[in-house]
């Protein structure tokens, strides 16, 4: 029943902006922290951003640090991610996912400990 949709994602130039955005169904949402994935061809997960279960406190990777911006709303049980200044490393397929926490925490656990995961959206960055 539990269900994170991805949307969003497209091709940009480089320097440009993306949002992308996961919806969340069948679970309760205030429960657990989300979180930002990215997976380029023929490379493993690399963590992107999360975000506690308030949208009080966020985590950020270095890569990106700066430049993207994780939020949610949870009247509408989503988080977005904000993309500025987008280089071609950035390019990669991006996950959304969900772990259950009872702190106030953003996470930084290994992705085998979240509870449950998107199907992802391409992002695409060309010069």
């Known amino acids: 029943q539990v269900r994170l949709v991805e949307s969003g994602g497209g091709l940009v130039q480089t320097g440009g902006s993306l949002s992308l955005s996961c919806t969340a169904s069948?679970?309760?949402?205030?429960?657990?922290?989300m979180a930002w994935f990215r997976q380029a061809p023929g490379k493993e997960y690399d963590f992107v951003a999360s975000?506690?279960?308030?949208?009080?406190?966020?985590k950020y990777a270095d890569a990106v640090n700066g430049r993207f911006t994780v939020s949610r709303d949870n009247a509408k049980a989503t988080v977005t991610l904000s993309m500025n200044n987008l280089q071609p490393e950035d390019t990669a397929f991006y996950f959304c996912a969900a772990v259950r926490l009872l702190s106030p925490g953003a996470p930084a656990i290994p992705r085998p400990q979240y509870d449950f995961w998107g199907r992802g959206t391409q992002v695409t960055v060309s010069s």
């Open positions: 069948g679970l309760l949402f205030t429960e657990f922290a």
């Open positions: 975000v506690g279960r308030d949208g009080g406190r966020t």
